[in-house]
């Protein structure tokens, strides 16, 4: 089961700003470990959106932002358009016992 | 720029075995951090085991811990997933990914379904 909880869903009209939780505990986020967020759009596979809290790949709109305190972290969307819409994933690492944590997911919908 | 291909669908029935492979270029295998990441229907994303490079070595989900096998082939730059005594809950998309150096997944397989039915 996951670790990492997120809201079930988001929802904006286009060219809103929304923001995605993922809250975790002190045996991984808060425990000093990167979040990463990936982006997965119907039928494909995940792709990575966001990595060490606040880096964005190469091909990654700046639209797309990410950020991290204490035992939580956060995924940022500006200027919403219709393709973002998808679910989110946040993940970090908790531990060699439990090892890589996946958020609950959380589907965007464009309004 | 790493690519991972991955083998065909299976259908299984329960308590048999599965392989799936994952194929890469772009890379030599052990350039590379390899995991294991299953979807079922409907669900969210599932670590099942891969190198942990913070201990050296590969490790697994508790969950799977005695079921699921990770191997590799140097010689053709391959990496396999071999998960036995396979239940319906078991049926999902089985990912193969990359592990980047902060220990995110970068580069990820197309996917395969395997389905656990009677």
Known sequence: QSVLTQPPSVSG?????????C?????????????????????????LLIYGNNNRPAGVPDRFSGSKSGTSASLAITGLQAEDEADYYCQSYGSRLSGYVFG???KVTVL | QVHLVQSGAEVKKPGASVKVSCKVSGYTLTELSRHWVRQAPGKGLEWMG??????????????????????????????YLELTSLRSEDTAVYYCATGGDFQEFDYWGQGALVTVSS
């Open chain 1, 23 to 47: 809250t975790g505990s002190s045996s991984n986020i808060g425990a000093g470990y990167d979040v990463h967020w990936y982006q997965q759009l119907p039928g494909t596979a995940p792709k």
């Open chain 1, 13 to 21: 009209a286009p060219g809103q700003r929304v923001t995605i939780s």
């Open chain 2, 50 to 79: 891969g190198f942990d490079p913070e201990h050296g070595e590969t490790i697994y989900a508790q969950k799977f811990q005695g079921r699921v096998s990770l191997t590799e082939d140097t010689f053709t730059d391959t990496f």
């Open chain 1, 104 to 106: 609950t997911g959380t």
